[in-house]
Nanobody
Framework: QLVESGGGLVQPGGSLRLSCAAS????????MSWVRQAPGMEREWVAG????????SYADFVKGRFTISRDNARNTLYLQLDSLKTEDTAMYYC????????WGQGTQVTV
């Protein structure tokens, strides 16, 4: 199970920190990602991280603004969102595995 939290309403230029609490599987064994979906748009990949946090990757549209991280001891994935833009408004989901095979219910970010 994946449960996202931390979304909200923020002004352009503001920041949020999203969390994803994982349970029911060995979190530290899986590549994890964040994806987002805006109304009327396709779901798009935002960022990913390997099992121990050694390697991260980002979509071009968030590079330098968003930071993915994980705490395997707490079974939690994070996404720090800085310098938010109106076009970042979307439902944000965490996803397990690559390709993803499990998704959370999402947390809404409105800029």
């Amino acid at each position: 199970q994946l449960v996202e939290s931390g979304g909200g309403l923020v002004q352009p230029g503001g920041s949020l920190r999203l969390s994803c609490a994982a349970s029911g599987f060995t979190f530290s064994s899986y590549y994890m990602s964040w994806v987002r979906q805006a109304p009327g748009m396709e779901r798009e990949w935002v960022a990913g991280m390997d099992t121990d946090g050694t390697y991260t990757s980002y979509a071009d549209f968030v590079k330098g603004r968003f930071t993915i991280s994980r705490d395997n001891a707490r079974n939690t994935l994070y996404l720090q969102l800085d310098s938010l833009k109106t076009e970042d408004t979307a439902m944000y989901y965490c996803a397990k595995g690559t390709p993803p095979d499990n998704w959370g219910q999402g947390t809404q970010v409105t800029v």
